[in-house]
């Protein structure tokens, strides 16, 4: 079987519990941890923790419930019950965690490893083994090791105590280059001024999918610069969803009160609140399905296009606007199944950029006009995509 001890003896102040606990993105250090040794095969999972902190005692119990097999060790006589000796055991010091690429070695490894770093003032932050190098604090190695350090004090490190026992065995090590680390290969959190500056590290490197101008010239830029603010506040989730669905409803009750302008002004409000909502969670460690609260957003901007539709649409021209509609409406779900394009990104119809469309037509008085330039946009970007995909697909004849 395959061991996960993860290390949370290091607190960020007395009393105020362990570097782990830390906030990270919108969940904390340790579940990104947990996560991290789970995709390393990790069947059981080990919490090194010499005090009982009540967070980590909740966070211990909800993975409990999720049939997650985790305990919390005090000190490594406590350990002992849990490992035998044929196990492997994955180490992770307090604030490490790796990348997907170590991730997947160590899941394929079966010998031990220790991870290291040359031996450089930059990396001070980290232990040193000898002249040479710095342990990075992630370790494969044998559980029956756990033996060999059982007698040493309880204010002894075990992870320094288990690294001296696989150094002296001449355990294998992977060194890690600088530019390994400069791109967070292995990243350590100790404080929330670390963690902060490694949230916006990884913000102002992250390229997202399916973004077309006006996401990406105007709210991914806003949105960028809130999300840090939001992590810091669980509930911000929750609260944007009821907004989102809240204005919503309040568009569906203005478009009946025979004001669709105002109506899509905050139904547009609506649409980029639930947008900021589904972005928090952009490196979420939780598997939680926000799916259904997103679909009634979708199902209640129907409405109210549909309303709007009633309410400005001339008497003559209402069938034919209602099937326009219609049309928009399927058009615009297969633009949103259809798969990331580079080439037409920047054009690519979504709710927001829709809504506007909506809007300044509706201002000028030509809603039908701004109805049927968003189904024809849609419509457009679909016939393109797909020829694209199909001219690739051909196969050209070749001359003899």
């Known amino acids: 079987m395959r061991l996960a001890l993860i290390s949370l003896s290091t607190e960020v102040s007395a009393g105020d519990g362990p570097v782990g606990m830390l906030p990270l993105f919108d969940a904390t250090i340790v579940e990104r941890q947990v996560r991290s040794v789970r995709n390393m095969g990790a069947e059981k999972i080990i919490f090194l923790s010499p005090a009982m902190h009540s967070g980590l005692l909740q966070y211990t119990d909800s993975l409990i419930q999720q049939d997650i097999d985790v305990e919390i060790a005090r000190n490594v006589s406590d350990l002992g019950q849990y490992a035998s ?38 990396y001070a932050d980290f232990e040193r083994i000898d002249l040479g190098h710095r342990w990075l604090g992630i370790a494969l190695v044998k559980a029956d090791r756990l033996s060999e350090i059982s007698q040493i004090p309880d204010d002894w490190d075990i992870g320094s105590a288990l690294l001296r026992t696989a150094v002296q065995s001449e355990c294998r090590r992977e060194v890690l280059s600088d530019d390994d680390l400069q791109s967070d290969a292995v990243t350590q959190v100790l404080n929330a001024d670390t963690a902060m500056t490694y949230q916006n590290r990884r913000l102002g490197k992250l390229r997202l999918s399916k973004q077309n101008l006006l996401d990406r010239l105007v709210s991914w830029p806003l949105m960028r610069k809130a999300l840090p603010i939001l992590w810091k ?35 547009l409000i609506g649409s980029v609140s639930m947008q900021m909502r589904n972005r928090i969670s952009l490196f979420s460690t939780r598997n939680e399905n926000y799916g259904p609260i997103s679909l009634f957003f979708c199902l209640m ?76 946009l849609c419509l457009a970007y679909l016939v393109v995509a797909h020829n694209g995909r199909w001219s690739l697909s051909v196969p050209q004849n070749s001359s003899k």
């Open 233 to 267: 506040r669980p509930e911000s989730k929750k609260y944007l969803g009821i907004g989102s669905i809240v204005t919503a409803l309040s568009a569906i009750a203005l478009a009946v009160l025979d004001w669709p302008v105002v109506a899509l002004v905050f139904l």
């Open 85 to 122: 000796a044929e196990d492997d055991l994955i180490f992770l010091s307090d604030g490490i965690f790796p990348d997907q690429s170590i991730e997947e070695h160590l899941s394929n490894q079966s010998g031990e490893l220790i991870y290291v770093v040359v031996n450089a003032e930059e």
């Open 301 to 376: 901007a129907a409405i109210v296009l549909t309303v709007s539709v009633l309410r400005m649409s001339p008497a003559g021209a209402l069938v034919g606007d209602m099937t326009v509609l219609m049309l928009f409406f399927g058009n615009l779900w297969m633009v949103h199944s259809a798969p990331d394009n580079l080439r037409l990104n920047w054009i690519r119809p979504d709710i927001s950029l829709i809504l506007i469309i909506f809007i300044v037509a509706s201002g000028f008085g030509f809603f039908s006009i701004g109805l049927y330039f968003a189904a024809l």
